[in-house]
């Protein structure tokens, strides 16, 4: 059944707002000690003495479990805020809670939905992050997410004059993200290798080992290292997120990962300067040279590129489309593939602060795009149906999330961070995007 029927049929005679993603899938940050149903939700903290005696509780949070509740009863819970703000957009537009579930067996559906919401579960699926060490300072991440943004605060101070960042992404150093040093013991870390010797190899579909960069930490190698040793003991799949920048040490990935079946996410959605702008430290050729690498070792199930639709991509974003559906056609459809991820928080960079005239003409580029490559063979449903919910976004969609200031404070925001930006990474907004510039230089 395609991806309506699925929403339809199975998921919502559980319940309107079921998701299964709330029992078996998490993403932890063991730095920090957060965790979260998937990347849309806020995260909240783990008890870290909890989970000395009790490792799964690294998932099975008091929050999680009255989230469970919530959709056991039907009800909404507002952390999941960016899928009911997708299906209400009608037009069968598809929310993750689909691709969140759509993944395990339905049996698996039901035996969620019959199961008291304050037990505990096992995972089947798992995105773990072991720090924040990243050599990117991408312009929609901050200092909870990457080093080189906590150098560039500890360097040049916060940011200043932004009025709508509820969040203060870009205020301070985020130290509360790494509780521990790199050297120091780490009750979560440890709690999740105790919990993954134990049982947890044996339950887990899919391990997702995220950063930071994850190939800059010893811990993703020690279970890289761990896969290889033992063989046979595990069917739990593993994929790893990778920036694949230049500094990537793509031939230690290659050689320590040949006799591992994995799958490879990476992150981009520009192409050219523009990308290079809005992820600083990415150099584009070096990024689509090492995609075209890992293509070529063929050892990989697949590789998945990440888009994060914010208001500077739109310009080239079909233009990276492009070129993931030229490798579709050289490596083949399953090869490669992408998501489009709506950005939401900081809410001056999603794509809703540019003017109508700018979004009506990025919505039309996007629509002579899925024109002419819907009906190919080499297109996935999936990424027919994020085109096509993007494209409905920008048409419909007037605030990137109901905690989001008018839009008067957004476009503060835009101009005062992007100039800032500018100064301390030394970029040019208006000759990196001229379509943007008269409009950008009127705020």
Known sequence: MNDIEFRQQVLDPLSGSFCAAKWYNATI???????????????????????????????????????????????????????????????????????????????????????????????????????????????????????????????????????????????????????????????????????????????????????????????????????????????????????????????????????????????????????????????????ANNVQRLLDSGQFRGIHVMATINALCLSTLDQLLECIMNWKIKYGREAISFTLNILRFPSFQSPLVLPDSQRTVYRQRLITWLEHWADSEFIQEHEVNHTQRLIDYLDVVKTPHSEAFDRDKLLNDFRQFYSQYDQRREKDFGSTFPELKEWYNSL
């Open 29 to 287: 940050w063991l730095g920090s000690g957060q965790t979260t149903s998937c990347h849309h939700p806020p995260a909240h903290l783990v008890d870290k003495d909890k989970v000395r005696s009790n490792p799964r509780l690294l998932h099975n949070t008091d929050q999680k479990k009255a989230d469970r509740a919530k959709m056991i009863a039907g009800e909404r819970p507002a952390g999941c805020e960016y899928c009911w703000k997708i299906e209400d957009m009608g037009r069968d537009a598809v929310s993750d809670r689909v691709y969140k579930s759509k993944i395990y067996p339905i049996e698996a559906l039901h035996e969620a939905r019959n199961t008291p919401a304050d037990h505990d579960v096992n995972l089947r699926t798992l995105e773990i992050a072991f720090d924040r060490t990243c050599q990117f300072a991408c312009s929609y991440c901050n200092p909870a997410f990457s080093t080189t943004w906590v150098n560039d605060i500890r360097r040049n101070g916060p940011y200043t004059n932004l009025v709508s960042d509820g969040r203060n992404h870009f205020t301070h150093t985020h130290d509360s993200s790494q509780l521990y040093k790199i050297t120091e013991a780490n009750p979560y870390i440890d709690a999740f290798f105790a919990w993954w010797e134990t049982d947890l190899h044996r339950s887990l579909q899919e391990l997702r080992i995220t950063g930071g960069e994850p190939l800059m930490s010893a811990h993703t190698w020690r279970l890289v290292d761990w896969f290889r040793d033992n063989r046979g003991r595990s069917n739990t799949r593993l994929a790893i997120n990778s920036n694949l920048g230049t500094d990537v040490d793509i031939a230690r990935l290659l050689d320590a990962t040949k006799d591992i079946n994995i799958d490879l996410y990476t992150s981009c959605e520009a192409t050219g300067l523009q990308a290079e702008y809005i992820r600083s430290g990415l150099v584009w050729h070096d990024w």
